[in-house]
Structures are given as C-alpha cells and as structure tokens.
T-cell receptor, first 112, second 112 residues
Framework: KAGVTQTPRYLIKTRGQQVTLSCSPISGHRSVSWYQQTPGQGLQFLFEYFSETQRNKGNFPGRFSGRQFSNSRSEMNVSTLELGDSALYLC???????????FGPGTRLTVL | GEDVEQSLFLSVREGDSSVINCTYTDSSSTYLYWYKQEPGAGLQLLTYIFSNMDMKQDQRLTVLLNKKDKHLSLRIADTQTGDSAIYFCAEIMDMGRRALTFGSGTRLQVQP
C-alpha cells in the first residue's frame, strides 16, 4: 500500500507570496492532519480534516488555511508569506477511528 | 497543560542498548507515541502505547510507561548505525481531536 505523498517536496517563495501544498493520504484513510516543523518551535499541529471538514485547528494565524476534497486529498495554503513560515510542512493520515498517524516525507518551504 | 520534554542528545556504541526518555505533564494523555526522523525525511511511527499499559515490546523496541511519574521511555536493543536519527515522543490527549503534541526530539548517535 502506498504511503502518504506530499507535493512538491521543495519550494522557494518570497515574502508576501502565497503557497499551496498538497497531501495525498494512504488509500482508505479519511483523516488528514498538518504539522509545521521548525528548528525553533519544533513540531506543531496546524489543523485536521475529515470528510472535507476542518475538525480541529492549532494556534496559527488565519493566513494558514486548508481544505480536503471528496477523495480525502488535502491542500494547505499559506498567504502573505513571512520569513518565519520557512519550515518543513508534514502531512499525516489516519483511519477514522485509529491510533496511528502516518506521516509523509514533507514539503520544505523556504521563504526569502 | 501540554508539555512533553526530552533530552537533546544520546550517544551509544553499536551493539549496546539505547534508552531514550520522555516526560509529559498532562495526566489525561490517552496514547503515547515514539516517532523516528532521519535526515531529510518525514516521521516514521515506531510504536505507541495506550495509557493503561505499563510496557509494550515490539522486536528490538521496548516501551515503558510510568504513569505516576509521567515518564515514558524507549529502549532499543542491539543498537545499529541505522538507528542513528532523531526520536520524538508524542502524546494525544483526545482521540477526537487527533492532535499530536511532540517533544523536542532526542538525537541518537550510534558509534561503530
């Protein structure tokens, strides 16, 4: 069974731009969560989607948003990029009622 | 409150056992996890333990949970150079919320 895939793997943007990252969960997984990893703040929860609805949200500004499609694929968007948004963005998928979250390889975003 | 703490660095010789420790502050944690991250990669789920368990063994991995002291440990038997990575412990308090809270990670260095 294929794992979680994320595209693109690397991205370079400049301040003020916006970016969209994509995540395809493991087949059959309907819950998708997003995390941000930075050297300073570590791993932090962004939000979780299930059945095209955002169920939970972490403590991030409104510039960070996401959505989920009917095939469970998810996208996250960051608008008006700031230097501090440079990070590894990780997506995780899980079955609806399951203890395990499986992570993708991440998208490394660099904001110049 | 949510807080997960880990020591930053551990160095062992190949063939020895490694013990990585983690403390958490929220007694309502339901599941506790260990993830492995190799350079440039996402997070690999190694194992997890439910909060009503004391121990879980999975091949070379042994997880010990001391709920009274809110202490979690991961023992890796017969440590190999391929085990060199950063190890994160994480907790989830509410399966409905499905948001993992991560420690800062322990870098394990295995010397030949």
């Amino acid at each position: 069974k294929a794992g979680v895939t994320q595209t693109p793997r690397y991205l370079i943007k400049t301040r003020g731009q916006q970016v969209t990252l994509s995540c395809s969960p493991i087949s059959g997984h309907r819950s998708v969560s997003w995390y941000q990893q930075t050297p300073g703040q570590g791993l932090q929860f962004l939000f979780e989607y299930f059945s095209e609805t955002q169920r939970n949200k972490g403590n991030f500004p409104g510039r960070f948003s996401g959505r989920q499609f009917s095939n469970s694929r998810s996208e996250m968007n960051v608008s008006t990029l700031e230097l501090g948004d440079s990070a590894l963005y990780l997506c995780a998928s899980s079955l609806v009622q399951d203890n395990e979250q499986f992570f993708g390889p991440g998208t490394r975003l660099t904001v110049l | 409150g949510e807080d997960v703490e880990q020591s930053l660095f551990l160095s062992v010789r190949e063939g020895d056992s490694s013990v990585i420790n983690c403390t958490y502050t929220d007694s309502s944690s339901t599941y506790l996890y260990w993830y492995k991250q190799e350079p440039g990669a996402g997070l690999q789920l190694l194992t997890y333990i439910f909060s009503n368990m004391d121990m879980k063994q999975d091949q070379r991995l042994t997880v010990l949970l001391n709920k009274k002291d809110k202490h979690l440990s991961l023992r890796i038997a017969d440590t190999q150079t391929g085990d060199s990575a950063i190890y994160f412990c994480a907790e989830i308090m509410d399966m409905g919320r499905r948001a993992l809270t991560f420690g800062s990670g322990t870098r394990l260095q295995v010397q030949p």
